[in-house]
């Protein structure tokens, strides 16, 4: 299967957020992360501690590479995707 080659503008805040978040929500999904952003309350049932901490692990890494430096350093000590991703919409 080729790999598909996904590219997104950094959220800088001069990015359109909205439109940031469903090109981000789009590559978590192709990574098979997205899932990771329901919190650990939403772990799909049937999923391992050790596979859930990993999908999250990718989901958050995933986030952090599409910030700016400047954005990034805001948000830099939330450990989960969920909570990342609930500071970037407040």
């Not at 192709?30 to 989901?59: C, F, R, Y």
């Not at 350093?73 to 989960?80: A, G, L």
């Amino acid at each position: 299967m080729a790999t598909m080659k996904l590219d997104i503008e950094k959220f800088d805040r001069s990015v359109n957020f909205g439109l940031w978040q469903v090109k981000m929500k789009a590559i978590l999904i192709q990574n098979g992360v997205h899932k990771a952003l329901g919190g650990i309350e939403k772990i799909p049932e049937g999923t391992s501690e050790a596979k859930w901490e990993e999908m999250d692990a990718k989901a958050l890494s995933a986030i952090q590479l599409c910030l700016s430096n400047e954005v990034l350093r805001e948000v830099v000590k939330e450990e989960t995707s969920k909570c990342i991703w609930d500071k970037l919409e407040s």
